[in-house]
């Protein structure tokens, strides 16, 4: 059985956060919000609790996990050194959305990484990852709470959804943030490079590593450098067709893909923008609203919601077309749209 603490998202209950922390010690397997996404965590030192959490996601061993600590200084005893560059990451981004590969000490356990000899690191800003984290006393393995390959939870209903009866608790405080997986940044070589985009862009990492490079945001190539980075990721169920481009083209490659699927007698589910609105209401679609586009960080935080209420509703197929660029999320979201649509 899968239990539920509700706790304030901002405040919240010590003796709630005793309870997931001493389940975590435990070796169990405890979902939390961060300001990303929703977590499902476990002891990382703790190799029976990893290996269970990668069966409750159905998530191949491939895949390397971050570990969560509450501050930079609990980093020492998970790699082999801090290069000076994450010292000044961490001091300008940490606690927040930032995700740094650093080489692995042998006190992590190879599973957590994957076999990799590099580990992932974060330190989380909202109150509820730190409190249970602090609690735990632990470094807290971490990926994103959701069955693998489907879109991460944004909320507590969607980590029940996919998990339930698979992990121990589920800690709910409310719908998350920035709704997109954190930056992820290799500074395991000799070159750092931006593995994920996120919330911390590629402009900002700039200011202080003026080196920084994005590494390939080709799907299939990033999956090489990145293992958890695969094509296909994120996925509703019902396919997803994504219209690229600028925004009038792009949505009238939308409307004309729409119009075919309704003639072959397919049903159309469409992920609107608030501006697309009435042209889409030209046709019988199913909108589900994705938000102004103009309120990037708004579509951000309702984008994984959309995809899965998409999913609910049955259709042949679910169109969207692509965020435009110009505001430092718009990188992330793309990415996550190419991923969702990737077959
Ligand atoms: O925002 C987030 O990062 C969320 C919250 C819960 O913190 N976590 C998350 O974890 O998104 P997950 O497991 O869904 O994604 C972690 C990804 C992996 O799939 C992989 O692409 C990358 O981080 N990663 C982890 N360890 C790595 C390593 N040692 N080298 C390269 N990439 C790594
Ligand atoms: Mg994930």
Redesign the pocket.
């Known amino acids: 059985m899968t239990e539920i603490l509700r706790v304030d998202p901002d405040n919240p209950e010590r003796a709630l956060i005793a309870r997931a922390a001493e389940c975590l010690r435990n070796g169990g397997l405890v979902a939390f919000p961060?300001e990303?996404?929703y977590?499902l965590g476990a002891n990382a030192l703790d190799r029976a609790a990893i290996e269970r959490l990668f069966a409750a996601k159905e998530r191949p061993a491939s895949?390397?996990?971050?570990v969560?600590i509450a501050s930079i200084d609990e980093a020492a005893f998970l790699v082999t050194g801090i290069p000076d560059a994450a010292r000044r990451l961490a001091a300008r981004f940490w606690p927040g959305?930032l995700?740094m590969?650093l080489r692995r000490s042998a006190q992590v356990p190879s599973v957590v990484?994957a076999g990799?000899q590099?580990?992932?690191i974060?330190v989380?800003s909202h109150p509820v990852a730190r409190a249970v984290i602090e609690n735990a006393r632990v470094p807290v393995a971490?990926?994103?709470a959701n069955l693998f390959s489907r879109p991460?939870p944004t909320r507590a209903s969607h980590v029940l959804a996919d998990l339930d009866g698979r992990i121990d608790l589920i800690v709910d405080g409310g719908a998350t943030d920035v709704g997109l997986?954190?930056t992820?940044v290799?500074l395991s070589g000799d070159s750092p490079s931006v593995?994920?985009p996120g919330a911390v862009d590629i402009e900002a990492l700039r200011d202080l590593l003026p080196g920084i490079t994005q590494h390939s945001m080709d799907p299939v190539a990033s999956a090489m450098r990145?293992?958890?980075?695969l094509a296909r990721h994120y996925s509703p169920r019902t396919p997803l067709i994504l219209h690229p481009g600028e925004r009038d083209a792009a949505l009238r490659a939308l409307l004309r893909d729409a119009q075919q699927r309704l003639e072959r007698g397919e049903s159309v589910a469409v992920l609107a923008y608030t501006e697309d609105v009435t042209e889409l209401r030209s046709l019988p679609v199913q909108l589900v609203q994705l938000g102004s586009e103009r309120d990037v960080p708004a579509v951000a935080s309702r984008l994984y919601a959309a995809l899965r209420e998409g999913d609910q509703l049955g259709a042949s197929a679910m169109l969207v077309r692509n965020i435009s660029a110009g505001h430092p999320l718009s990188a992330a979201i793309q990415d996550r749209l190419r991923r969702a649509a990737a077959r």
């Open positions: 961060t990303t996404v977590g895949d390397p996990l971050i969560h959305p995700t590969v990484s990799l590099t580990v992932a974060r989380p971490a990926p994103s991460s997986e954190s992820v290799d593995l994920r990145s293992p958890g980075m």
